[in-house]
């Protein structure tokens, strides 16, 4: 059912990713309504309601169901039992949120959706971390199963006498161990899929990281990504498809000798499709608004030759006098307070024409 212009949109999360899917809402009519359990979170500067409870608090979910004609959800590490009386209201649904916020639940997922991921293995003990040293070889990384982002909750076993202190770094909570894997790029595919089947893609941004954080992505990609996009497309889908998901889907590869390697999913807006505001003819975030209302998809080509998008970490965003007098710089300030280190504060956006 198409949810017209008027309706209040709910959205679970207050961060960035909240506040430009309430821009891209706003501009196609819309009101916004954002759940979250901080005091004055950043979306919140440009949505029309807020209510302020914790994630989990069943009561309060409920009443801001009823008070949205449509929820969706800007970051994955919820509870999704609370979730699950918001219905079909919820785009895209509690299943999308289950798979993707528990990291062996995602591999062994995407696994059978016929993708490809590094050899891995579940670890519940220091026993059995040693034992995934012994079947996986080194390097390892070991990645707690839920709550891990932007590099956190994650550590490196480059020598067998490092494991004990791998284990203990993060926290010894449930992990998955998982094989290091050899690549020449990493890369993004973002799909957005309505409910009847419909998807489009954009083009694939090839990422750079630095300390497990996303620092800059570039469109188009470079001839090594460039020739795994298709089968990494296909397998986008197919994840896509049989999560039944409604929105934008993010899905992170490896680029790699044997073919695209999925790295992690984000069954949402993703940073790496920042560039898409400027850089495209429709962003993520108004297609995401586009397939969760059932408008009809927006066309994604580039809106010039290609672009480059730059996230402004901690203290970079001092140097915001600089980049706002840049010509043909597009910036974007969140608003989040404080610029602390490895913080999100911004980012800046350059369009080649």
Not at 261 to 287: C, D, K, L, M
Not at 309 to 316: A, E, R, T, Y
Request: aromatic share 8%; hydrophobic share 40%.
């Amino acid at each position: 059912m198409t949810i017209p212009p008027g309706s209040t949109i709910g959205i679970i999360g207050g961060g960035q990713l909240g506040r430009m899917l309430s821009v891209a809402a706003a501009q196609l009519g819309y009101k916004c309504h954002i759940f979250d359990p901080h005091d004055a979170p950043c979306a919140t500067d440009v949505a029309a309601h807020f209510t302020r409870a914790a994630f989990n608090d069943r009561e309060a979910i409920e009443r801001f169901g009823q008070s949205v004609d449509v929820v969706t959800y800007e970051f994955e590490n919820l509870a999704v039992e609370p979730l699950q009386g918001l219905g079909d209201k919820l785009r895209p649904g509690a299943k999308s949120l289950a798979v993707a916020q528990d990291r062996g639940s995602e591999k062994s997922f995407i696994e059978k959706c016929g993708g490809r991921v590094a050899s891995w293995r579940e670890v519940l003990s220091l026993e059995e971390v040693h034992a995934a040293v012994g079947e996986l070889g080194l390097p390892i990384v070991l990645k707690t199963r839920r709550y891990g982002y932007d590099g956190k909750g994650q550590a490196w076993i480059r020598a067998v006498d490092e494991a004990e202190e791998a284990w203990k770094s993060i926290s010894e909570e449930p992990a998955v161990a998982e094989s290091g894997v050899d690549f020449a790029a990493e890369f993004s595919v973002i799909i957005a899929r309505w409910q009847d089947g419909r998807y489009a893609f954009w083009d694939s941004a090839e990422n750079e990281h630095r300390d497990g954080i996303l620092r800059r992505s570039t469109v188009p990609s470079s001839e090594t990504v460039a020739l795994q996009i298709a089968e990494a497309r296909e397998a986008a889908l197919q994840i896509a498809e049989a999560l039944g998901h409604i929105g934008v889907l993010t899905v992170e590869f490896f680029a790699s000798e044997n073919g695209p390697v999925v790295n992690e999913i984000a069954p949402r807006v993703h940073n790496s499709g920042h560039w898409t505001i400027e850089g495209a003819i429709t962003s993520q975030f108004e297609q995401h608004i586009r397939a969760i209302c059932d408008l009809p998809p927006g066309a994604t080509d580039l809106s010039g030759s290609g672009a480059v998008m730059d996230n402004l970490i901690g203290g970079d965003l001092d140097r915001w006098p600089q980049l706002v007098a840049e010509e043909g710089a597009h910036v974007h300030i969140y608003g989040k307070g404080e610029a602390r280190p490895g913080r999100k504060m911004g980012h800046v956006t350059l369009v080649r024409r």
